[in-house]
């Protein structure tokens, strides 16, 4: 087996600034018995979603006793690792430092378009006076434009729901009518800037797992089980 490239562990400078925040990108080799170990060497409770592709998320004090479906988990409760799991879609965090919020998002096509990300720091905003311009947003390997074929059905969608049509969200495919590549970062990061998210404040992993071997990828590798781990929590500081 060819030697991985990247490290096990994918991490953000910005989020590292903050020794209290643990957080990352899996790769393909950090699967469920690192997750595991990790949570234990940490001390803390990993908490999953059933995701669903919606625009749903949720606050948690505690650790919760079944299994919740939706998109996004926020917490300010130390000890609850956060974790999305993708395989193209867009894996985003969050951490707001003043309110020591932190949160953890999965952004395929269907919640991009449903604003997920934006209706979090709306929630933010309203539930904690989160300052948008305090915000640490790190997007993860997602899937590029180059590699994201859509059809008409997605773009219209994405109009529907307000996004522009015209720029660089869907570039039309010059070989098949009615096809385009979607540049789901750029449709994330559409929702934050209107909001007043600094744009220092977004990193970017610029990473596509549809090119790299040490991710994975649904569209290259029909992977049904296997999925990406990206997590984030608070721990206990003092
Ligand atoms: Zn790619």
Known sequence: MAKAELPLILKSSL???FPFVVHGFGTKYFQEKEMKELSRLKNLKPVFLKQAHSDRFHFLKDDPDFLLEGDGLITSSPGLLLSVKTADCLPVLLFD?????VAAVHC?????????????ICFLINSFNTKPEN??????????????????????LFNQAGFPLEGNLFRPN???SGHFYLDLRLANRLQLL??????EKIEEIDLCPHCHRDLLSFRRDRVRRHR??????????D
């Open 15 to 17: 989020l590292d600034q």
């Open 97 to 101: 430092p003043i309110n020591r919020i």
């Open 108 to 120: 395929g096509w269907r919640g991009t378009a449903a604003r997920l990300l934006e209706k979090i």
């Open 135 to 156: 915000l640490l947003i790190v997007f993860g390997p997602c899937i590029s434009r180059d590699c994201y074929e859509v059809g008409e059905e997605v773009r219209l």
């Open 174 to 176: 010059p070989e098949k």
């Open 194 to 199: 209107p909001l007043g998210v600094e744009p």
């Open 228 to 237: 990406l781990f990206n997590f984030i929590a608070l721990i206990n500081s």
